[in-house]
Every structure is written in structure tokens, then in C-alpha cells.
DNA sequence: TCAATCAATAGCCATTTGGTTATTGATTTT
DNA sequence: AAAATCAATAACCAAATGGCTATTGATTGA
């Protein structure tokens, strides 16, 4: 019953997690302990965070001996966007009835 | 420090909530009586989603008689597009960056 | 006027969430 | 080989969240 979307959602909305992948998007490619290290909170929050974004398809992790270096995956924004503009197209749509609606009553 | 783009994520989030919201979007302006037919919760529960979907700026409210009818706010989306493109946008410079250091390299 | 209806609020409860410290496993470094 | 470092996992805890029922206030209908 939960699908992608709400993952995704779910995902984004805490204010740290969102902050670790927009440090993500920003200057690409950063190591646990990099992250650790302005987060403001321990490594192993950190991590959990990061196990949750890529859960979400937010990010990949590379292991390089004992670091694992992880980065943005921007395509899994693709649901965000899209859920954006269905909502905005549904108000279009709804916005064309009513002029059609009063063009009739014109007439 | 918790500003409009944490509580538009925050609010979007639940899915029950972003259910209403969407209906709001689809169906045009619904009476908190008719939201609750379907909403599958209790209409207290209904009522405190809304009031939260009007916190962050995503519904507004109208009264008439006893009646309460809730509309979805487009504009409050805004932030989240933005974000989402800022976002897009950072990856971008990044890949303009990878793009000119290979282009160097080459020469 | 009295009963019924609508939506908001109050008070409560179970679950989820985001954090912590302690530990473990794996890899480097000395 | 032993010590140090890095990141994940385990176990726990407090706070936030989303739901419920009961109640209230306001409006409408009989």
C-alpha cells in the first residue's frame, strides 16, 4: 500500500535528512565521516539517515576500503515533479471548466 | 529555525493528509463533511489534517452556515518546485564542472 | 423551543521517529 | 601483530505523530 511516492515523501520531510542530501547535491560525492562531520549529530544517526535516503533511491554508496562514499541519485526526484505538476495540471483543468462554463453562461 | 519549504515537506507527508489535499486539487472546493465519507478516518481526524494543510498554506478555508468548505491553494507549491529545481540545478553545475575538467584533460 | 447536524477542540493512547551510547566487523597504519 | 580508524548495527529512550471517543459551539430544521 505504500508506494514510491510516499517513501519519497516520507523521506524528505525531516529537516536533517533532507539537509544531508542537498549537501549531497551541492558538492557531490562525500564520505560518513565528511557527513558526520557538520551534521551536528552522531555518526550513527548519520547513517541511519543515509540508509533511509537510499531507500528512497535518493543516493548510491561506494565502499573504498573501509569509507563508504555516498552520492546524490537526482532521478529519483522525478516522482516529486511529477506529483507537482498533476496537482498543478488538475487546477488548470479545473480553471478551464470554469471559463468554459462562464463563456456558456454568456451566451 | 523550522521555516515554510520544512513545514510544506512535513505537511505533505503523511500520505492521508496529501490524500485530502489532492482530492482538494482533483474535485475543487469539498465540505469537511464530504472529505470524511471518504477519507476512511474519523472526521475529528479529518478536521486536524486540514487544520495542518492550512498551517502550511496549502488550503484555505471558507464558512458558510454550519458548514465548513476547504479549497486547495495552489501557489503553495511553489517552494517545493523551487527546491526541487534548485536541487536539479546543483547537479547540473556539478556535471558543467566534470564536463570542463574532462575537456581539459583532453587538450 | 427543542432536536438534529456540522465542524472544531479536548483529552487520551499506541506507534513511529530521530536521537543517543555501546559494540562489532572490516580495513589501515604503526 | 597490535592499535587505530571508519561505518554499520543493536539496544534503548524521549518526543512527536496520527488516530480515537467525547464534548462543545454554532447553525438549521421541525
Redesign the pocket.
Known amino acids: 500500500m505504500t508506494n514510491a511516492r510516499d517513501v519519497l515523501f516520507?523521506t524528505l520531510?525531516?529537516?536533517?535528512?533532507r539537509a544531508i542530501f542537498e549537501r549531497l547535491c551541492r558538492q557531490g560525492e562525500q564520505?560518513?565521516?565528511?557527513l558526520?562531520a557538520q551534521a551536528?549529530?552522531?555518526?550513527?544517526?548519520?547513517?541511519?539517515?543515509?540508509?533511509?535516503l537510499r531507500q528512497a533511491g535518493l543516493v548510491r554508496?561506494r565502499?573504498?576500503?573501509?569509507?563508504?562514499?555516498?552520492s546524490a541519485q537526482l532521478g529519483a526526484l522525478a516522482p516529486l515533479m511529477d506529483w507537482t505538476s498533476e496537482m498543478a495540471g488538475f487546477w488548470e483543468a479545473r480553471f478551464d471548466q470554469l471559463e468554459d462554463l462562464l463563456k456558456r453562461m454568456d451566451q
Chains 1, 2 share one sequence.
Open positions: 516520507r520531510a525531516d529537516p536533517t535528512r564520505t560518513v565521516g565528511a558526520t551536528g549529530i552522531s555518526q550513527p544517526a548519520v547513517s541511519k539517515h543515509l540508509g533511509l554508496d565502499h573504498e576500503g573501509r569509507q563508504t562514499h555516498y
